[in-house]
């Protein structure tokens, strides 16, 4: 059950807040790449966004994903497909030959596993690094201590090209210690993208450099 649907006008305010986060943060509404985060609803509910004109979507989960956006993107030419979840690596050949960016690259077992795909399937998705800003034992990613050795691994050791990082903060802790964290990581290590903030706080994400936000909620509602 959801208490909102999706709607153009859902999709109109968060563009709003999209470009009012970015004309207070002095960027251009072009550095800014909207996900749709998707994940649990189906293709009744995506197509009306989709309408809207909304291009990039996300979705948790490889097995979910592959059930409902092939056609979807058949019917659809130009879209793109983010996997924002974790992702096994006994899924990375699914998630490579379906995904155009993966946004959880959090152990070497992964990262070798993406590395064979990618070069099996000639197809190179997007690669993020998860951080975990909050070292949340319960939450994937990589500590922020570690982060530095694991990028250069993935760069040296598995020949993989990391686009930018991602991170979700600690629920109950303000987000923007957490953005700022992970935006001097990426700074350090030569990485242009920033997958950081969600319905609640992408505001604050844009403001501390966030180059994808990931909505789902204020798009599609919220699910009982």
């Known amino acids: 059950m959801t208490l909102t649907s999706p709607s153009p006008s859902a999709l109109a305010a968060v563009e709003q807040e999209i470009l009012r986060a970015c004309n207070e943060a002095r960027r251009p509404r072009e550095a800014v790449t909207l996900i749709a985060v998707s994940k649990t609803y189906g293709a009744d509910a995506i197509e009306p966004v989709i309408t809207a004109g909304q291009r990039v979507f996300g979705e948790n989960r490889v097995q979910e994903a592959k059930a409902k956006w092939p056609a979807l993107m058949s019917a659809h030419p130009g879209l793109a497909l983010h996997l924002i979840g974790p992702l096994q690596s006994n899924k990375a050949k699914e998630a490579v030959a379906l995904f155009d960016a993966i946004h959880s690259v959090d152990r070497p077992s992964l990262g070798q596993a993406l590395a064979k795909e990618i070069e099996a399937q000639k197809r190179r998705p997007q690669l993020f690094v998860q951080i975990n800003t909050g070292e949340e034992a319960q939450k994937a990613g990589i500590a922020p201590g570690d982060a530095d050795a694991f990028i250069a691994s993935c760069r040296d050791h598995y020949g993989l090209v990391i686009s930018g990082l991602m991170c979700i903060p600690p629920v109950n ?36 450099g966030a180059t994808h936000v990931r909505v789902g909620s204020a798009i599609f509602g919220r699910r009982l």
């Open 173 to 208: 802790e303000a987000p923007a210690p957490h953005f700022a964290l992970t935006a001097k990581i990426a700074a350090r290590n030569g990485l242009a993208n920033l997958s950081m903030g969600m319905s609640a706080d992408f505001a604050v994400a844009i403001q501390f």
